[in-house]
T-cell receptor, first 109, second 117 residues
Framework: QKEVEQNSGPLSVPEGAIASLNCTYSDRGSQSFFWYRQYSGKSPELIMFIYSNGDKEDGRFTAQLNKASQYVSLLIRDSQPSDSATYLCAVYRGNQFYFGTGTSLTVIP | DTGVSQDPRHKITKRGQNVTFRCDPISEHNRLYWYRQTLGQGPEFLTYFQNEAQLEKSRLLSDRFSAERPKGSFSTLEIQRTEQGDSAMYLC???????????????FGPGTRLTVL
């Protein structure tokens, strides 16, 4: 079983809509959870992290964590064409970061 | 610029040659990670340093790969006798780690894209 699983997509949403990205993790010992955005040919850019159950909001982004279900999500409100990228979910456990394969998001103007 | 930097950004080499990459982390960060990323995959852990000590190395890492972090500052990753399968983006990331910190924000450098012909 993979440490972190994401739906690879592609996910397409119209401009202005809410994009919902999901991630599950296998180890209950995972301590903190991260969302990165990666444009094609570029390195990952940290968007948000969360480590407590519930929601965390930062501008148009909301991260949600449910440790009982081992589930992390990222909501992007008012999606913009510039949000088109691959979104990587990562978990931190045992001094290591484990990454999913990413979900490709396309925002259609 | 106070972010993570990597050099070179691109490297093209012939099979069998040795290559070395450099990473300069964010200055106050005590932990440095190396990853490899291929198309369609997430970053794959290679190794990490806490200050100058290399604490963990992936079992996937062959003995052709070696990394150092002298004096706990910049780090180098060397690949000896490169193979075509080594072609990938090599990413460096740094974080501030401590017992009081449970979230360990990790920041990536721009990466070094290696092409082995």
């Amino acid at each position: 079983q993979k440490e972190v699983e994401q739906n690879s997509g592609p996910l397409s949403v119209p401009e202005g809509a809410i994009a919902s990205l999901n991630c599950t993790y296998s180890d209950r010992g995972s301590q903190s959870f991260f969302w990165y955005r990666q444009y094609s040919g570029k390195s990952p850019e940290l968007i948000m992290f969360i480590y407590s159950n519930g929601d965390k909001e930062d501008g148009r982004f909301t991260a949600q964590l449910n440790k009982a279900s081992q589930y992390v999500s990222l909501l992007i409100r008012d999606s913009q064409p510039s949000d088109s990228a691959t979104y990587l979910c990562a978990v931190y456990r045992g001094n290591q970061f484990y990454f999913g394969t990413g979900t490709s998001l396309t925002v259609i103007p | 610029d106070t972010g993570v930097s990597q050099d070179p950004r691109h490297k093209i080499t012939k099979r069998g040659q040795n290559v070395t990459f450099r990473c300069d982390p964010i200055s106050e960060h005590n932990r440095l990670y190396w990853y490899r990323q291929t198309l369609g995959q997430g970053p794959e852990f290679l190794t990490y340093f806490q200050n100058e000590a290399q604490l963990e190395k992936s079992r996937l890492l062959s003995d052709r790969f070696s990394a150092e972090r002298p004096k706990g500052s910049f780090s180098t990753l060397e690949i000896q006798r490169t193979e075509q399968g080594d072609s990938a983006m090599y990413l460096c990331a740094s974080t501030l780690s401590g017992t009081a910190l449970i979230y360990n924000e990790q920041f990536f450098g721009p990466g070094t894209r290696l092409t082995v012909l």
